[in-house]
Structures are given as C-alpha cells and as structure tokens.
C-alpha cells in the first residue's frame, strides 16, 4: 500500500515508526513531516492546511491511504475531501471532528446526554460573559470554542482574572474567530487522564490508558502546553473506571453523533479529569494525542494500518488489538521560552548517543535538517521515547536519553509521570 500521513509533529513520527513496521506498506510519504519522518517516509513539503495541494497530491501518487494526524485538517474537511476524490482517508469527517473544533457543540451534546462535564455557559457577546463572570465568586476556566493550537483554554483563579481571560479572546482576538463563541467553565479539580478509542460505526476499542502532562513546570504547575511528556499505562484509572468512562462518555456521545446522522470514523480521545465526583470530560479530540500517541505506538504490536483500514471499512470489531504489557514513557523536551515565542534554528547534538540507548526512540517533532545537522524548529523539539519492564526502568531509560541531547536553551521536565512512581 501507498501511505501518506499528514502532520509534521511527534505524534507523526510515531505513527510513521510504526505504519513502517507494517509489511503492508510499499511506499510511506509524510506532508510536511519533519526531520525524524524522513529516515522513515519521503517528506512532501505541502502543509497540513493545504486541503487543494494534499488532495491533489493523494490524487496523483495514487495513496491508498492518507492518515491525518492534527486536528485542523480534519476540522476543515481534508477527510470528506479525499473521500470525495477516492481516496481512502483515516480520521473523522468534518461533521464529526466538530466534537475537537466546536467546544460549545461538544459542551451541548454532552449536556443533552448527561454526560458528566463542567456546568458551563457559553457566550458570543463580551458584556454578557464579563456580567456573568464578575457575578462569580470561584475559579473559572475560560475557553475559545474553536481551534486554538492548544492554547485557547485559560484556567483562572478568580473571576478577575477570567474577565481578563476574555478580554484577550474576545476583545483582543488573540485567538481570531475561534474565540467568537466562548465558554466559562467551572473549574474543576483532579489529576488528568487521557482515554483514546478507536471508533467506527459499530464499534468502540478503547485503547491502553496513558498520561500526558500539559503544564510546563514541574508538579503540574504553569502555564499549559501542547504536552510536556505522557506515559502508558497509568494506575490512575482501573477496569471499573475505563468500563465507567465508556459506559458514561464514549457511548452516550457516539450516539448523540449518531442522532445528528453523524458516523464516528477514527480516533476519538477524551481528555478527563478525576474528581472527588467522578471522571469529567475536559474536552474532546477528534485525533490521536500528541505526545501519548509516542508511548502508546512503542506498545501497540498490533499492525496499525489493519487498525485503520477495519475503522474505515467498519470491520473494527474483526481486529483484535494486542498490547506488551510494559510500560513507555516521553519526555518531552522544548526550546527555552515555550509555551511562549521561542527561537529555532539551534544546532541538536547527541541524537545518535540517545538512540542507542536500549528500546528508546527519539520521536522528533520541531526539527529540520539544515544540511548535515539538525536544528530546532518549533516549541516541542523532540519526544524522547523509552520502553521497560517497569515505569521507573522505561523512564530511567528515557531520562538517560535525554541526558544524551544538547541544544542551546533546551528545556524538560524532570518528573514526567510522578504520579506514577510507586505503581
Ligand atoms: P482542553 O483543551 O479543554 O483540554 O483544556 C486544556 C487544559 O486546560 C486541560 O488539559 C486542563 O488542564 C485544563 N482545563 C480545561 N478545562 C478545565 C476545567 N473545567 N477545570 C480545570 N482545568 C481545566
Ligand atoms: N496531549 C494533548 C493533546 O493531544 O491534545
């Protein structure tokens, strides 16, 4: 099979690692990819965005299978689009990525299905939501209900800071139209964990739990990220709670997609808090996470391109997905100034060192090759990957990894999967 996946960051190169594992595959192309995809697929200079260019170019290569990883193409439509041109596509149509790209949408389907979320109030006009946040006297989440990079949730500790919260989003426009609609939500409280399934029309496979960890500093603490690390599996949730969040989140909402004559082809991942109440939906994504998709590859052993050709065929049901039962971590590391501006273009050193490392992969995200080297090229650099007997084996693997990289102004959390040390 001829593959092109669409993506350039971690969670790319991951599923590049492992789509290559498959004998199926003859040919792998990455648009744009970045310099870890390319020792594994021929990089396709067309970005993600560029609905047209990808299509044409799945046209022209005759790609049997096109894996979109981001969110934005699929919110845009690039599924529906290669559908519509013949080409088999693995993630969820426009219709159904609305779930990850319109948060007030989400928040109404969950509200219809009691499935359990934040109370929130969702509003279009700034005096309306300056009114009701001022007439609050808690803590307050704020959040642009469309596509953000990630960074269109502000968590607030008094309503003070909520109304300057939304004067950023909604007077300032820092987040353009995606801030029109908004949302104040309560804030709730709770370690986070992420539940991915795999869904098609029949059937919903939820995979091996995992953890990321968004905030930038140490404990949890910080502005958040894109994901600062992940690891699998994560003790935080056992078999009552995964068949609880299936029972309560993944089968209520995949029916109320269903009742807008919505059909759920892909990864759906619900991001859930764990509080005094209950496991809460934060939000959903209609892709796999970035970077728990890194850990969650490095312990998949199933074939992944028979996973998402069953999706498209609703044959899920067929596959039988196998897991190693040892555990993964990433460490995430960043150019210095993330989550904020950064600059790019710093010379890394030590990768080979790093992946001699046993069973550790260095999933690459922001980087570029500039003739012989390897330079920085985006906020979230590299995802360094380790597998072990144990948590403290994989992650004393994936420190000694990192240990092994330099560049200029690099920056990691020491303590990825804290919460996990002892289990
Ligand atoms: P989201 O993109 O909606 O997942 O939000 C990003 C991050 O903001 C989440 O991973 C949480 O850490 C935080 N967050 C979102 N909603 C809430 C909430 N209601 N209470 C507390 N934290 C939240
Ligand atoms: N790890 C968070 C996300 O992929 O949205």
Same mark, same amino acid.
């Given at each position: ?18 789509? $290559? ?221 995964? $068949? ?42 209609? $892709? ?80 570029? $090759? ?54």
């Amino acid at each position: 099979m001829r593959i092109l996946l669409i993506g350039s960051g971690g969670r790319e190169h991951a599923l590049a690692w492992k789509i $290559r594992q498959s004998p199926t595959v003859s040919h792998l192309y990455c648009a744009p990819g970045n310099a870890g995809t390319e020792s594994l697929a021929e990089n396709v200079p067309i970005d993600a965005a560029d609905v047209r260019a990808m299509v044409r170019f799945a046209v022209e290569q005759r790609i049997d299978l096109a894996v979109i990883g981001p969110e934005d193409p699929l919110v845009a439509g690039l599924a529906d689009e290669l559908m519509a041109a013949g080409v088999r596509a693995f993630g969820p149509d426009k219709a159904a990525a609305r779930i990850e790209g319109d948060k007030a949408w989400a928040k109404e389907l969950m509200r219809h299905r009691s499935v359990p979320t934040g109370e929130a109030r969702i509003f279009t006009k700034f005096r309306d939501a300056r009114t009701y946040v001022a007439s609050r006297d808690s803590a307050v989440v704020i959040k642009a209900a469309g596509l953000a990079k990630g960074k269109g949730v502000i968590v607030c500790e008094d309503p003070a800071a909520g109304i300057l919260a939304l004067e950023r989003i909604m007077v300032q426009r820092e987040f353009g139209p995606a801030g029109d609609v908004v949302l104040v939500e309560e804030r709730l409280t709770g370690p986070e964990v992420s539940v991915l399934a795999f869904v098609d029309r029949h059937t919903i496979y939820i995979m091996e739990t995992a953890q990321d960890h968004k905030p930038i500093g140490e404990g949890d603490t910080g502005p958040n990220t894109g994901g600062m690390g992940a690891y699998s599996p994560t003790g935080l949730l056992n078999d009552a709670l995964i $068949r609880q969040v299936e029972r309560e989140v993944f089968v209520p909402i995949i029916d109320a997609m269903r009742t807008c004559d919505i059909v759920y082809r892909g990864v759906l991942y619900a991001g859930l808090m764990l509080t005094a109440g209950g496991p809460k939906v934060l939000e959903f994504n209609c $892709r796999f996470g970035d970077p728990e998709t890194q850990p969650l590859m490095m312990r998949l052993r199933t074939d992944l391109v028979e996973v998402m050709n069953a999706v498209i065929d609703d044959r899920l049901e067929e596959v039988t997905l196998d897991w190693s039962p040892r555990a993964s971590v990433c460490v995430v590391i960043a150019s210095g100034g993330y989550p904020g501006p950064c600059e790019h273009g710093r010379r890394i050193t030590g990768l080979e060192a790093a992946a001699a490392v046993p069973e550790t992969v260095v999933f690459h995200a922001g980087t570029r $090759r500039v003739g012989a080297d390897i330079v920085t090229a985006g906020g979230r650099v590299l995802g360094v990957t380790a597998l072990g007997d144990d948590f403290a084996q994989a992650r004393e693997r994936a420190y000694r990894a990192v240990d092994c990289i330099s560049f200029q102004r690099a920056y990691c959390r020491r303590d990825i999967g804290f919460r996990a040390v002892g289990s």
